[in-house]
Nanobody, 128 residues
């Protein structure tokens, strides 16, 4: 059973940076994809960034492209999301997720319905 544990959320002023981490364990497949998603109060969960097969391809939502970077440390089984130039509209609960038998690419990497394993979430709050 895959387990995901996020960390690194917090409060920051606009323009600041945070790095989220997601420690993974229990994979049954090397063909997995991983992604970061977020959900603000009263809004649907949205994809932020996705990564396939240890980083051979990535995809970002337009709202974060150029500011956020997704990466993976295979040796540590840890997924990261480096968030720079944060804006108040980035405030949300951020979730790490795994798509264990991944077959997609491109925008599918940030499609939440493709992901079957989710972490508990970590809160990011950006003040103006």
């Amino acid at each position: 059973q895959v387990q995901l544990v996020e960390s690194g959320g917090g409060s920051v002023q606009a323009g600041g940076s945070l790095r989220l981490s997601c420690k993974a364990s229990g994979y049954r497949s090397s063909e997995h994809c991983m992604g970061w998603f977020r959900q603000a109060p009263g809004k649907e969960r949205e994809g932020v960034a996705g990564l396939r097969r240890g980083g051979i391809s990535t995809y970002y939502a337009g709202s974060v492209k150029g500011r956020f970077t997704i990466s993976q440390d295979n040796a540590e089984n840890t997924l990261y999301l480096q968030m720079n130039s944060l804006k108040p509209e980035d405030t949300a609960m951020y979730y790490c997720a795994a798509w264990e038998f991944c077959w997609g690419d491109g925008s599918e990497l940030i499609n939440p319905i493709r992901y079957d394993i989710w972490g508990q979430g970590t809160q990011v709050t950006v003040s103006s």
